[in-house]
């Protein structure tokens, strides 16, 4: 039986594309344990700060885990759930033949995933849940560091 987590995750950015943020909670409930981290980039978009945010929270797991992945970008839970394998299928294009943006962290995400049985999970954003919130709050805050120190922590 895999140990289970849960991992919730947001990115943001100031325009787009600007500088953005993401973050990630990882929890896992059996332990109590709980992480939370965050990191910016100056130039980019949301759609790329919500994929690092699950790629990083991924990285976290040492050993293979069922994985409740909670976030709200649709973007990101149909890519892993409905849209990544026909990509695969077609040599990373789009049914319209065009080539899938952000290729470079679906691909590390497909591999990162692999590894885990993932559960998806959509959550409205903005709206009160308090681990979205948190996660929101976390990204804002790494890219308003990097717009205001040049330094993400």
């Not at 709980?34 to 040492?62: C, D, H």
Request: aromatic content about 8%.
């Amino acid at each position: 039986m895999l140990p289970r987590v849960l991992l919730f995750t947001d990115g943001a950015c100031s325009g787009n594309p600007g500088p953005g943020g993401w973050a990630f909670v990882l929890r896992h409930p059996a332990s109590g344990k709980e992480i939370e981290r965050a990191g910016a980039e100056p130039a980019t978009t949301n759609n790329r700060m919500e994929l690092i945010a699950v790629i990083e929270g991924l990285r976290e797991l040492s050993k293979p885990s069922s994985v409740d992945l909670m976030s709200d970008s649709q973007y990101v839970l149909k890519g892993l759930e409905q849209w990544m394998a026909g990509w695969k299928k077609r040599g990373w294009l789009t049914a319209s033949k065009k080539p899938v943006k952000n290729e470079d962290l679906w691909r590390m995400l497909d591999e990162l995933a692999s590894r885990h049985e993932i559960n998806f999970h959509w959550i409205r954003g903005h709206t009160g849940h308090p681990e979205n919130e948190r996660c929101d709050e976390l990204a804002v805050q790494a890219y308003r560091q990097l717009m205001k120190t040049g330094e993400s922590y």
